[in-house]
């Protein structure tokens, strides 16, 4: 497979899952706003913002506003990206992914402007986060499984490991209380908020109840091994993806195998206890990890030098 | 505009339209008698109800639409895509007329690939003074860098397409031929499957040449011109990449041939030999198919700024490490003004006379011919001799003043750039439009290849312009297209 082809798949892949990322993010806060802000909205809107990765606080006079666009702007920015991608590569993708892509674009476009976003907001959340899901769907069920698939594989979990470990650190910066120190009320709501933004509720109530305590959403989310919005589940299939594409093409990388046979070991057999002392460390590596991924996947099939390959 | 048909003779309000001329009509031989191998054709226009006709018009839309047969109009909202307009009625050729179109472009093409073959290298026609040094020299599209560089099997003009139009006697010739990279095919080829799916009942009886082996004909092609000591090449696609206008029928040919669409971008040269980056390391191309103009395809030998070629790409051609297909350097051959010498290099290097004559061209190069046009500039139709797809053209009787003065001034400032030719009233066809039929002009473009052999599939791109009264064919003009049936 050409290396361009690779690099758009992957792309294509990604920008959708940060694009579905956002938008339910966006509508757990807009959803929790809407009842009562329990939380001043000076601290709440930082938190989302470092959670959607601005390093720097956004500027404007309403903060609801201003993230209000930056989420808008991110979400269509990021499917159009994805459209573009694919665009490059319609004769790669089956018809039916590329419909759907086109599809969601021009959707999008069209819920997506500022005065409809505004008055109907959950309008483009419920697109995005269907299309989405409409999206792993076909390209599971009509694309061959073979290198580009595994590209596309690659590329969704490596932005939701991304996404949920960033969550997760600016959520547990906030309200991570160890112990057994009781939950208020508005802190509830909040720790639903998180398990909402990664589709994890119902999921963590059937396997812990409803009982929420800060040490197994944390267990949940990172650590859980069957749910596919955990960080573990998606590190696994990244994993996978990597072994698949380096027997496909007979390009073995020892430094790509041990980048994600290091990640995948960080979250088996780090105990609970460790990674709640420092959350922030523990997120801060996997993070880490997941960029020297990236640029190994790079260096090693897609913009390598032509030089080193005569080398290999 | 002529009288319309007499309908209550005709008994049918499909043909209330309708007019015939002096120009040829394909479908009649005179009024309400269709020309025997359109009679199925007239039979059925006049059976079917007009929802049924309207019915499968949309049916065929439809599927143009959803298979994305597109193309980028330029110079309008960045990258336009459309659908390209589509006529519902089949051209149909008999076996008689096509016959000396296929004899008569493969002698065509022999002779101008002898050409290329001889100013690039001993200049034996140009020492014989068969066409004259200048227009060789000054043509923009003569490549220098060419001089003395031995192609594979001699073959320069791997892929052409020739526009052809018929005259009011019925006879074909030449306007023009497309030597660099002619496009088109590809809706060439989905349009009969379209039509295969619209007209079964058309298909059953009447007897037509197939062309659903274009695509593999093609690669046969490309794998004869690869170069020596490399018995299973490995043959890509060039493209300018997306934005291109043509992208539809890159990505098209591609995936029909089962080879790599590459970029620019994707190709490297190491060594004078091409490669290019795949995910599993570099791997060595052979064959280029090359749908970039010249001018761009490596920026170290042509135009410095152009980003869609690869840099050493010349050097590699020039080592003999790879093939492009068509030559670089081809386009020097259907330069319009080196059209009127044509039939003059068809006799001296096959000493046969030309099977399709050329139509009538003045050179404004040569005093006497431009005094001849700047006289007579509303008869004339004016052409820029480097430009293609219908831009920088005069068309003289439907021309305003304003534009005869400006065209007067640009052929006084540069009478190389520009040949006149006289308006000539081609042939018609019938088109579906707005629940009637009516005719409107048509030209044809078969598509030829050259390699071990010479392989025309029978038929070609039909371009119609759709606009009533305009000659102008060319897609990004506001023409369309229609299916071509050669029959057996």
């Known amino acids: 497979?050409?290396?361009?082809?690779?690099?758009?798949?992957?792309?294509?892949?990604?920008?959708?899952?940060?694009?579905?990322?956002?938008?339910?993010?966006?509508?757990?806060?807009?959803?929790?706003?809407?009842?009562?802000?329990?939380?001043?909205?000076?601290?709440?809107?930082?938190?989302?913002?470092?959670?959607?990765?601005?390093?720097?606080?956004?500027?404007?006079?309403?903060?609801?506003?201003?993230?209000?666009?930056?989420?808008?702007?991110?979400?269509?920015?990021?499917?159009?990206?994805?459209?573009?991608?694919?665009?490059?590569?319609?004769?790669?993708?089956?018809?039916?992914?590329?419909?759907?892509?086109?599809?969601?674009?021009?959707?999008?476009?069209?819920?997506?402007?500022?005065?409809?976003?505004?008055?109907?907001?959950?309008?483009?959340?419920?697109?995005?986060?269907?299309?989405?899901?409409?999206?792993?769907?076909?390209?599971?069920?009509?694309?061959?499984?073979?290198?580009?698939?595994?590209?596309?594989?690659?590329?969704?979990?490596?932005?939701?490991?991304?996404?949920?470990?960033?969550?997760?650190?600016?959520?547990?910066?906030?309200?991570?209380?160890?112990?057994?120190?009781?939950?208020?009320?508005?802190?509830?709501?909040?720790?639903?908020?998180?398990?909402?933004?990664?589709?994890?509720?119902?999921?963590?109530?059937?396997?812990?109840?409803?009982?929420?305590?800060?040490?197994?959403?944390?267990?949940?989310?990172?650590?859980?091994?069957?749910f596919p919005h955990s960080v573990r589940f998606g590190a696994d299939r990244l994993e996978r993806a990597l072994e698949a594409v380096q027997q496909g093409t007979a390009r073995k990388s020892d430094r790509l195998g041990k980048l994600a046979g290091r990640l995948t070991a960080a979250l088996s057999y780090t105990p609970l206890e460790e990674i709640t002392s420092d959350l922030h460390e523990f997120s801060a590596t996997i993070r880490r990890l997941c960029g020297q991924i990236h640029n190994g996947l790079y260096q090693v099939y897609i913009s390598y030098p032509v030089e080193a390959a005569f080398a290999v | 505009m002529p009288p319309a048909f007499d309908t209550s003779q005709l008994g049918h309000a499909r043909f209330q339209n309708y007019w015939l001329d002096q120009a040829y009509d394909e479908m009649f031989e005179s009024e309400a008698v269709p020309r025997p191998h359109y009679a199925a054709l007239h039979e059925l226009l006049l059976e079917l109800p007009l929802a049924e006709m309207r019915h499968r018009k949309q049916a065929a839309d439809i599927s143009f639409l959803h298979q994305g047969i597109t193309f980028t109009v330029y110079g309008r909202e960045e990258g336009t895509e459309r659908i390209f307009p589509h006529d519902l009625l089949p051209r149909i050729i008999t076996s008689a007329e096509w016959e000396p179109i296929e004899r008569g472009l493969t002698q065509r093409i022999v002779a101008l690939n002898l050409f290329l073959r001889d100013i690039y290298g001993d200049e034996r026609c140009l020492r014989d003074g068969v066409v004259p040094r200048e227009i060789v020299y000054s043509c923009k599209h003569f490549r220098r860098q060419m001089r003395e560089l031995t192609v594979p099997k001699n073959i320069y003009i791997t892929v052409v397409g020739t526009d052809l139009i018929r005259l009011s006697d019925g006879s074909f010739v030449v306007l023009e031929d497309n030597l660099r990279v002619p496009s088109g095919v590809s809706y060439m080829l989905t349009s009969r499957q379209v039509m295969k799916r619209i007209f079964p009942e058309l298909f059953r009886t009447a007897g037509i040449r197939p062309i659903d082996h274009y695509s593999e004909a093609l690669l046969a092609t490309l794998r004869a011109v690869a170069p020596d000591g490399r018995p299973d090449p490995n043959i890509v696609l060039l493209t300018p990449g997306v934005y291109n206008s043509a992208y539809f029928e890159h990505a098209f040919l591609a995936r029909q041939m089962g080879i790599e669409l590459v970029e620019g971008r994707d190709l490297a040269v190491h060594d004078n030999i091409v490669y290019m980056r795949t995910t599993a390391g570099l791997r060595r191309v052979d064959v280029i198919y090359r749908r970039v103009d010249d001018d761009y395809v490596d920026p170290l030998a042509f135009r410095s700024d152009s980003t869609l070629g690869v840099a050493g790409l010349f050097n590699a051609y020039r080592s003999g490490n790879v093939t492009l297909a068509n030559a670089l350097g081809t386009g020097v051959a259907d330069d319009k003004a080196l059209y009127a010498y044509v039939p003059k290099i068809i006799k001296y290097f096959l000493n046969e006379d030309p099977v399709l004559a050329n139509v009538e061209t003045f050179l404004c190069s040569d005093r006497l011919q431009r005094e001849h046009v700047l006289e007579r500039l509303d008869q004339y139709v004016v052409k820029a001799v480097g430009e293609s797809g219908g831009y920088g053209m005069l068309m003289g009787p439907y021309s305003t003043a304003a534009e005869r003065e400006e065209f007067r001034a640009r052929i006084q400032a540069d009478p190389r750039n520009y040949i006149a030719q006289p308006t000539l009233e081609f042939s018609r066809a019938p088109c579906f439009l707005d629940g009637h039929v009516e005719p409107r002009h048509v030209d044809l473009r078969p598509y030829i290849l050259y390699g071990d052999k010479i392989t025309i599939v029978p038929g070609g791109l039909t371009r119609v312009a759709l606009k009533r009264g305009s000659l102008v064919v060319n897609s990004s003009q506001g023409g369309g297209s229609k299916d071509t049936w050669v029959l057996y």
């Open chain 1, 1 to 226: 497979m050409l290396s361009r082809v690779a690099d758009n798949l992957y792309w294509m892949s990604r920008y959708l899952e940060r694009a579905e990322h956002t938008a339910r993010l966006m509508g757990v806060h807009l959803n929790l706003m809407l009842e009562h802000d329990l939380q001043p909205a000076d601290r709440r809107w930082p938190r989302v913002w470092a959670s959607l990765g601005s390093k720097e606080p956004l500027e404007g006079d309403d903060p609801f506003d201003v993230t209000q666009q930056h989420a808008l702007s991110q979400i269509v920015g990021s499917i159009a990206a994805a459209r573009e991608n694919a665009r490059q590569v319609r004769e790669q993708i089956s018809s039916e992914v590329w419909e759907e892509i086109n599809r969601l674009f021009h959707e999008s476009r069209r819920i997506g402007t500022a005065e409809l976003f505004r008055s109907q907001p959950f309008d483009l959340v419920v697109a995005v986060t269907q299309s989405a899901h409409l999206f792993t769907g076909i390209t599971d069920s009509t694309m061959l499984h073979g290198e580009g698939w595994q590209f596309i594989q690659a590329g969704r979990f490596i932005e939701r490991v991304l996404q949920i470990a960033r969550l997760i650190d600016a959520h547990f910066a906030e309200f991570f209380k160890s112990g057994a120190e009781p939950m208020n009320a508005s802190e509830h709501i909040e720790w639903i908020g998180l398990l909402r933004s990664c589709t994890a509720f119902e999921a963590y109530c059937k396997v812990y109840t409803a009982e929420l305590r800060p040490e197994r959403v944390a267990e949940f989310l990172l650590l859980n091994a069957e």
